[in-house]
Protein backbone atom coordinates (compact mmCIF):
# COMPACT_ATOMS: atom_id res chain seq x y z
CA UNK A 1 0.00 0.00 0.00
CA UNK A 2 1.19 3.47 -0.73
CA UNK A 3 -0.19 6.88 -0.52
CA UNK A 4 -0.14 9.22 -2.86
CA UNK A 5 -0.85 13.21 -2.24
CA UNK A 6 -2.85 15.32 -4.03
CA UNK A 7 -5.41 12.88 -5.26
CA UNK A 8 -8.13 14.81 -3.34
CA UNK A 9 -9.99 18.08 -4.10
CA UNK A 10 -11.35 20.44 -1.87
CA UNK A 11 -13.61 22.93 -3.59
CA UNK A 12 -15.11 25.51 -1.66
CA UNK A 13 -18.50 26.52 -3.67
CA UNK A 14 -19.69 30.59 -3.75
CA UNK A 15 -22.78 31.38 -1.93
CA UNK A 16 -24.61 31.85 -5.25
CA UNK A 17 -24.29 28.32 -5.75
CA UNK A 18 -27.60 26.80 -4.79
CA UNK A 19 -27.73 23.18 -6.93
CA UNK A 20 -25.10 20.66 -7.77
CA UNK A 21 -25.75 18.55 -10.62
CA UNK A 22 -24.01 15.21 -10.59
CA UNK A 23 -23.32 13.60 -14.02
CA UNK A 24 -23.71 9.92 -14.02
CA UNK A 25 -20.91 7.78 -15.70
CA UNK A 26 -21.14 9.62 -19.03
CA UNK A 27 -18.88 6.53 -20.97
CA UNK A 28 -18.90 8.36 -24.27
CA UNK A 29 -22.39 9.38 -24.16
CA UNK A 30 -21.80 12.73 -25.30
CA UNK A 31 -24.93 13.89 -27.11
CA UNK A 32 -26.60 12.65 -23.38
CA UNK A 33 -23.81 14.36 -22.03
CA UNK A 34 -24.56 18.03 -23.84
CA UNK A 35 -28.04 17.91 -23.26
CA UNK A 36 -28.07 17.48 -19.86
CA UNK A 37 -25.61 20.35 -19.46
CA UNK A 38 -28.11 22.42 -21.75
CA UNK A 39 -30.99 21.61 -19.71
CA UNK A 40 -29.16 22.32 -16.31
CA UNK A 41 -27.12 25.32 -16.51
CA UNK A 42 -27.98 28.13 -15.02
CA UNK A 43 -25.44 30.99 -12.96
CA UNK A 44 -26.34 28.84 -9.85
CA UNK A 45 -25.47 25.03 -11.37
CA UNK A 46 -22.17 23.88 -10.19
CA UNK A 47 -21.52 20.40 -11.93
CA UNK A 48 -19.19 17.14 -11.70
CA UNK A 49 -18.55 14.14 -13.40
CA UNK A 50 -18.39 10.98 -11.73
CA UNK A 51 -15.78 9.55 -13.86
CA UNK A 52 -16.05 6.95 -16.23
CA UNK A 53 -16.21 9.75 -18.77
CA UNK A 54 -15.15 6.80 -21.68
CA UNK A 55 -15.07 3.17 -22.28
CA UNK A 56 -17.50 1.12 -24.17
CA UNK A 57 -17.89 3.98 -26.36
CA UNK A 58 -14.74 4.07 -29.17
CA UNK A 59 -12.13 6.84 -28.70
CA UNK A 60 -13.74 9.69 -30.83
CA UNK A 61 -17.11 9.71 -28.57
CA UNK A 62 -15.00 9.14 -25.70
CA UNK A 63 -12.92 12.07 -26.33
CA UNK A 64 -15.52 14.14 -27.47
CA UNK A 65 -17.25 13.85 -23.50
CA UNK A 66 -13.65 14.65 -22.22
CA UNK A 67 -13.83 17.80 -24.59
CA UNK A 68 -17.02 18.48 -23.75
CA UNK A 69 -16.79 18.68 -19.80
CA UNK A 70 -12.74 20.02 -20.04
CA UNK A 71 -15.06 23.04 -22.57
CA UNK A 72 -17.20 24.06 -19.80
CA UNK A 73 -15.07 23.92 -17.01
CA UNK A 74 -16.93 20.54 -15.49
CA UNK A 75 -14.28 18.69 -12.94
CA UNK A 76 -14.80 15.02 -12.98
CA UNK A 77 -13.41 12.40 -10.63
CA UNK A 78 -11.47 9.51 -11.84
CA UNK A 79 -13.31 5.93 -12.69
CA UNK A 80 -11.68 2.74 -13.31
CA UNK A 81 -12.18 3.98 -16.93
CA UNK A 82 -9.29 6.29 -16.52
CA UNK A 83 -7.36 4.60 -14.14
CA UNK A 84 -6.68 1.97 -16.67
CA UNK A 85 -5.82 3.51 -19.53
CA UNK A 86 -3.09 1.53 -21.11
CA UNK A 87 0.49 3.32 -21.76
CA UNK A 88 -0.41 4.18 -25.18
CA UNK A 89 -3.63 5.46 -24.68
CA UNK A 90 -5.60 2.19 -25.35
CA UNK A 91 -8.61 2.47 -23.03
CA UNK A 92 -9.92 -0.62 -21.31
CA UNK A 93 -13.27 -1.60 -23.20
CA UNK A 94 -15.17 -0.66 -26.01
CA UNK A 95 -17.87 -2.67 -27.33
CA UNK A 96 -17.76 -1.97 -30.90
CA UNK A 97 -14.99 -3.61 -32.44
CA UNK A 98 -14.86 -1.19 -35.53
CA UNK A 99 -14.47 1.99 -33.28
CA UNK A 100 -10.98 3.26 -32.06
CA UNK A 101 -9.37 2.05 -28.92
CA UNK A 102 -7.01 5.08 -28.36
CA UNK A 103 -7.27 7.86 -26.99
CA UNK A 104 -5.14 10.94 -28.62
CA UNK A 105 -2.41 11.77 -26.12
CA UNK A 106 -3.84 15.25 -24.77
CA UNK A 107 -7.22 12.92 -23.46
CA UNK A 108 -5.77 10.64 -21.74
CA UNK A 109 -3.39 13.27 -20.44
CA UNK A 110 -6.45 15.18 -18.74
CA UNK A 111 -7.58 11.59 -17.49
CA UNK A 112 -5.11 10.84 -15.73
CA UNK A 113 -4.90 14.19 -14.00
CA UNK A 114 -8.13 13.14 -12.03
CA UNK A 115 -8.43 12.98 -8.45
CA UNK A 116 -10.02 10.15 -7.03
CA UNK A 117 -12.21 12.62 -5.31
CA UNK A 118 -13.81 15.66 -5.19
CA UNK A 119 -15.10 16.93 -1.57
CA UNK A 120 -17.72 20.16 -1.77
CA UNK A 121 -18.28 22.82 0.74
CA UNK A 122 -21.05 25.44 0.58
CA UNK A 123 -21.51 28.22 2.76
CA UNK A 124 -25.36 27.21 2.31
CA UNK A 125 -24.63 23.66 4.13
CA UNK A 126 -22.27 24.73 7.13
CA UNK A 127 -20.95 21.69 8.56
CA UNK A 128 -22.12 19.49 6.17
CA UNK A 129 -19.44 18.51 3.37
CA UNK A 130 -20.48 16.69 -0.12
CA UNK A 131 -18.16 14.20 -1.18
CA UNK A 132 -17.92 12.96 -4.63
CA UNK A 133 -16.06 10.18 -5.91
CA UNK A 134 -16.23 7.15 -8.60
CA UNK A 135 -15.89 4.32 -6.14
CA UNK A 136 -13.58 2.62 -3.36
CA UNK A 137 -10.12 1.03 -4.76
CA UNK A 138 -8.80 -1.97 -2.80
CA UNK A 139 -6.31 -4.28 -3.19
CA UNK A 140 -8.59 -7.02 -4.15
CA UNK A 141 -8.34 -5.92 -7.41
CA UNK A 142 -11.71 -4.38 -8.16
CA UNK A 143 -13.96 -1.16 -7.27
CA UNK A 144 -16.93 -1.34 -5.14
CA UNK A 145 -20.56 -1.55 -6.54
CA UNK A 146 -22.91 0.25 -3.67
CA UNK A 147 -25.98 -2.18 -4.13
CA UNK A 148 -26.14 -3.82 -1.07
CA UNK A 149 -27.66 -2.04 2.26
CA UNK A 150 -25.62 -3.80 4.67
CA UNK A 151 -22.79 -2.99 3.08
CA UNK A 152 -24.22 0.54 2.23
CA UNK A 153 -23.98 1.00 6.49
CA UNK A 154 -20.13 0.96 6.40
CA UNK A 155 -20.18 3.99 4.30
CA UNK A 156 -22.55 6.01 5.30
CA UNK A 157 -21.05 6.64 8.98
CA UNK A 158 -17.15 5.81 7.43
CA UNK A 159 -17.39 7.50 4.29
CA UNK A 160 -14.05 9.13 4.02
CA UNK A 161 -10.50 8.70 3.06
CA UNK A 162 -7.56 11.10 4.44
CA UNK A 163 -8.23 14.69 3.79
CA UNK A 164 -4.78 15.33 1.94
CA UNK A 165 -4.22 11.73 0.02
CA UNK A 166 -5.85 9.12 -1.00
CA UNK A 167 -4.77 4.71 -0.09
CA UNK A 168 -4.25 2.52 -3.07
CA UNK A 169 -2.50 -0.23 -4.14
CA UNK A 170 -0.44 0.97 -7.09
CA UNK A 171 0.46 -2.86 -8.14
CA UNK A 172 -3.90 -3.91 -8.39
CA UNK A 173 -5.73 -1.39 -9.95
CA UNK A 174 -8.68 -3.17 -10.08
CA UNK A 175 -11.61 -1.62 -7.36
CA UNK A 176 -14.10 -4.20 -5.71
CA UNK A 177 -17.91 -4.69 -7.18
CA UNK A 178 -20.16 -6.18 -4.48
CA UNK A 179 -23.39 -7.21 -5.98
CA UNK A 180 -25.20 -9.12 -2.32
CA UNK A 181 -22.57 -12.22 -3.08
CA UNK A 182 -21.88 -12.97 0.58
CA UNK A 183 -18.08 -13.12 0.09
CA UNK A 184 -17.75 -10.04 -2.17
CA UNK A 185 -19.54 -8.08 0.44
CA UNK A 186 -16.95 -9.51 2.95
CA UNK A 187 -14.60 -8.37 0.71
CA UNK A 188 -15.72 -5.27 0.44
CA UNK A 189 -16.30 -4.61 4.23
CA UNK A 190 -13.25 -5.29 5.31
CA UNK A 191 -11.98 -3.15 2.56
CA UNK A 192 -14.25 -0.29 3.61
CA UNK A 193 -12.41 -0.56 6.72
CA UNK A 194 -9.04 -0.86 5.91
CA UNK A 195 -9.39 2.40 2.98
CA UNK A 196 -12.07 4.56 4.75
CA UNK A 197 -11.23 6.28 7.91
CA UNK A 198 -14.30 7.98 10.55
CA UNK A 199 -15.58 10.68 8.25
CA UNK A 200 -17.59 13.91 7.92
CA UNK A 201 -19.37 13.61 4.65
CA UNK A 202 -23.33 13.97 4.88
CA UNK A 203 -23.73 13.23 1.20
CA UNK A 204 -21.71 11.24 -1.13
CA UNK A 205 -22.30 10.27 -4.14
CA UNK A 206 -21.05 7.66 -5.99
CA UNK A 207 -20.91 6.12 -9.63
CA UNK A 208 -19.54 2.66 -11.00
CA UNK A 209 -22.99 1.28 -10.38
CA UNK A 210 -24.77 2.33 -13.44
CA UNK A 211 -27.95 1.48 -11.36
CA UNK A 212 -29.40 5.04 -9.93
CA UNK A 213 -30.23 4.56 -6.66
CA UNK A 214 -30.50 6.36 -2.61
CA UNK A 215 -28.96 5.00 0.75
CA UNK A 216 -30.34 6.49 3.45
CA UNK A 217 -29.64 6.37 6.80
CA UNK A 218 -30.99 8.62 9.57
CA UNK A 219 -29.09 7.64 12.93
CA UNK A 220 -26.05 5.77 13.33
CA UNK A 221 -26.25 1.90 13.78
CA UNK A 222 -29.84 2.57 12.33
CA UNK A 223 -31.85 0.91 9.53
CA UNK A 224 -30.86 1.88 5.85
CA UNK A 225 -33.50 2.84 3.28
CA UNK A 226 -32.54 2.11 -0.24
CA UNK A 227 -34.53 3.56 -3.23
CA UNK A 228 -34.05 2.69 -6.68
CA UNK A 229 -34.84 4.94 -9.89
CA UNK A 230 -36.19 4.16 -12.52
CA UNK A 231 -34.38 5.58 -15.40
CA UNK A 232 -36.85 4.00 -18.06
CA UNK A 233 -39.35 6.56 -17.24
CA UNK A 234 -38.84 10.25 -18.02
CA UNK A 235 -40.21 11.15 -14.44
CA UNK A 236 -38.35 13.02 -11.60
CA UNK A 237 -38.41 11.31 -8.52
CA UNK A 238 -36.94 13.78 -5.64
CA UNK A 239 -36.35 12.75 -1.81
CA UNK A 240 -35.73 15.22 1.42
CA UNK A 241 -32.10 15.31 2.51
CA UNK A 242 -32.78 15.22 6.28
CA UNK A 243 -30.61 17.50 9.15
CA UNK A 244 -29.12 15.09 10.77
CA UNK A 245 -29.07 11.72 8.09
CA UNK A 246 -26.30 10.74 5.77
CA UNK A 247 -27.08 9.58 2.00
CA UNK A 248 -25.13 7.62 -0.68
CA UNK A 249 -26.22 8.59 -3.80
CA UNK A 250 -25.84 6.61 -6.96
CA UNK A 251 -26.20 8.96 -9.72
CA UNK A 252 -26.74 5.74 -12.08
CA UNK A 253 -24.74 6.35 -15.89
CA UNK A 254 -25.48 9.08 -18.59
CA UNK A 255 -24.23 6.30 -21.27
CA UNK A 256 -24.76 3.23 -20.07
CA UNK A 257 -28.13 3.29 -17.56
CA UNK A 258 -29.89 0.18 -15.98
CA UNK A 259 -32.86 0.04 -14.27
CA UNK A 260 -35.01 -2.66 -12.18
CA UNK A 261 -36.71 -5.23 -14.46
CA UNK A 262 -38.09 -8.13 -12.64
CA UNK A 263 -38.82 -9.63 -15.97
CA UNK A 264 -35.23 -9.68 -16.90
CA UNK A 265 -33.34 -12.92 -16.06
CA UNK A 266 -30.77 -10.98 -13.47
CA UNK A 267 -33.63 -8.51 -12.25
CA UNK A 268 -32.16 -5.51 -14.39
CA UNK A 269 -32.19 -4.21 -17.93
CA UNK A 270 -30.57 -1.72 -19.88
CA UNK A 271 -32.05 1.92 -21.49
CA UNK A 272 -29.17 3.12 -23.42
CA UNK A 273 -31.49 5.94 -24.74
CA UNK A 274 -32.19 6.90 -21.10
CA UNK A 275 -29.13 8.71 -18.83
CA UNK A 276 -29.30 8.95 -15.58
CA UNK A 277 -28.06 11.96 -13.43
CA UNK A 278 -28.67 13.67 -10.10
CA UNK A 279 -29.10 17.03 -8.35
CA UNK A 280 -28.99 18.68 -5.20
CA UNK A 281 -30.45 21.66 -4.57
CA UNK A 282 -29.63 22.88 -1.37
CA UNK A 283 -30.80 26.83 -2.31
CA UNK A 284 -34.11 25.53 -0.31
CA UNK A 285 -35.06 25.59 3.16
CA UNK A 286 -34.81 21.50 3.11
CA UNK A 287 -32.49 20.56 -0.01
CA UNK A 288 -33.36 17.47 -2.00
CA UNK A 289 -31.83 15.18 -4.20
CA UNK A 290 -33.46 14.75 -7.73
CA UNK A 291 -33.02 11.82 -9.92
CA UNK A 292 -33.83 12.48 -13.35
CA UNK A 293 -33.37 11.48 -17.10
CA UNK A 294 -31.77 12.56 -20.01
CA UNK A 295 -32.89 10.60 -23.60
CA UNK A 296 -31.28 10.79 -26.49
CA UNK A 297 -31.97 8.64 -29.54
CA UNK A 298 -28.83 6.15 -29.80
CA UNK A 299 -27.57 7.84 -27.27
Given at each position: ????????????????????????????????????????D???????S???????K??V????????????????????????I??????????????????????????????????????????????????????????????????????????????????????????V???????????????????????T?????????????????????????????????????????????????????????????????????????A?????????????????????????
Amino acid sequence: MIKEPGRTEITQLDEKITRLVVLGDPHGGHAKLKACIEREDSPTTQFVSLGDNIGYKGSVDSALVCRILREWGIPSVRGNHEEWIGPSGKMFMVTDPKAGWLLNAEMTAWCKSLPYRIIFKSPRLPGRNIFVQHAFCSEYEDWLFMNDIELSNVFLWKPEFSQNDVVYNTYRKKWVYTDDAKREMAIGTASADRFISPGTASILFMGHNHRPALFEQSTAGGSVRREWFDSSVDVAESYTVEPNGRYIVDAGSIGRPEYMDRNSPNGWAKAWEAGSYAVLDFGIATPTVTFKTVRISGG
